[in-house]
Structure formats: structure tokens, C-alpha cells
């Protein structure tokens, strides 16, 4: 059964937010709420998560996975950023935006596309989340909370609990949570190329 966490989406209580991270560290996985919509977390290096991420979702091999950033100094660790791109990412950062990158060797390989060897990265425009990744001190292994064969996500703390009890660990709740998710931008060439349009503003990359 998974725990339940109410949390004030303006004010997050720093004992609640201790007790999600703690969840974290301990090998769990969560359904938390973004700037765009719910997602599944755990630790990076958590390969049963991982596992159960890829069972939750039906996910195929080659699906990117997210590595959910506090600010760009946790971000540069895990990519990597020449000048140009630094600067198309910092324009709209934080915001509704994931971006493909060339992943450094800090990224366990398990995580990586099989042959491009890149990773998703973004840094969210949400107070929960903050509190969190301070609390955490390291990103979030993250993907969109999009079931099989549905095309939005689910938007409500409850009805995650409800219809996911059985596989997660905590239901991170702070209230209404869009359906729809990030903008997914590929830099992976040097050039962006926008492969996901979402709550994001795609213009400035099309």
C-alpha cells in the first residue's frame, strides 16, 4: 500500500518533504506532482525502480529517461553543455521543458538510450519539487506518470493512490496537477529538434 503525503503546494512542510526524501533514499518510488504533470521517482541509482518504472509504463528499451535537476551546477554533472545550448536551455529554465542531451559518465548506463547514449534532464518550476531535490541533494529518476494506452495522465494525488496503490511506494499529493507533459526538446546533434510538444512553448526551438 502506498503512503500517502499531503503536501501545501506554496509552503511545503519541511517534515513531510524529510519523510519523502527518506522514502527515496530507501529504495522507493514515488508519484510526485511537476510544473506540467505527475511522475514516477526514485533514487538514480535505483535499479528495482527502474525496473518497476519500465513495468508501470510498458516501456520499450530505448524510451529516455528523465533525470529531474534542482538548478544547472546539478544539471552540468550528468550532460553534456556547450555555450550555444547553455544558453537556449538557461532562456527557458526552470520550466515545462525536458531536454536530450549527451549524458556524462556520472549517468549509470542503464539509464542511457542503447545507442545514442544520451539522457533526459530538466529542472522544474515547482515549489514541491524544489523542497525535495534540496532535501535530496542529488536529482530525481523520472518519467512522465502516463499509463498504457492512455493519452493524458492522471491529475489527481487520490486517483494515483487509488489505481497505482498496489505498485508504489508514496503518492506525493499537493493538488490538481495538469494532464499534460513536458515540452521534449533533442539536442543530442547540437541542433534542437522538439519530439514531444507539451506544456512548454515549442516556437523558439521550431
Known amino acids: 500500500m502506498a503512503r500517502y503525503f499531503d503536501v501545501h503546494p506554496e509552503n511545503p512542510q519541511p517534515r513531510t518533504i524529510s519523510q519523502i526524501t527518506a522514502m527515496l533514499r ?4 514515488i508519484a510526485y506532482p511537476t510544473d506540467s504533470c505527475y511522475a514516477l521517482g526514485a533514487q538514480v541509482g535505483n535499479r528495482d ?3 518497476r518504472i519500465r513495468t508501470i509504463r510498458d516501456l520499450d528499451p530505448k524510451h529516455h ?4 535537476c534542482r538548478d544547472f551546477a546539478q544539471l552540468g554533472q550528468f550532460v553534456q553543455l556547450d555555450n550555444d545550448v547553455f544558453r537556449s536551455l538557461k532562456a ?14 556520472e549517468v549509470p548506463r542503464r539509464l542511457l538510450h542503447p545507442k545514442k547514449k544520451t539522457v533526459g534532464v530538466r ?5 514541491v519539487v524544489q523542497a525535495i531535490l534540496a532535501d535530496l541533494d542529488e536529482p530525481i529518476l523520472s518519467s512522465t506518470l ?6 493524458e495522465a492522471l491529475t489527481e494525488g487520490w486517483e494515483i493512490k487509488e489505481r497505482l496503490d498496489h505498485v508504489l511506494d508514496g503518492v506525493v499529493d499537493s493538488g ?10 533533442d539536442f543530442s546533434s547540437g541542433v534542437a529538434e522538439v519530439v514531444r510538444h ?8 521550431e
Open 198 to 205: 507539451g506544456t512548454g512553448d515549442a516556437s523558439r526551438f
Open 176 to 185: 490538481h496537477c495538469g494532464p499534460d507533459p513536458t515540452t521534449v526538446v
Open 92 to 105: 527557458v529554465t526552470p520550466g515545462s521543458y525536458t531536454f536530450i542531451l549527451p549524458a556524462t559518465k
Open 146 to 151: 502516463l499509463l498504457p494506452g492512455q493519452e
Open 49 to 51: 525502480a527502474l525496473d
Open 123 to 127: 529542472i522544474p518550476d515547482n515549489k
Open 26 to 29: 530507501g529504495g522507493g518510488l
Open 65 to 68: 529517461f528523465t533525470l529531474v
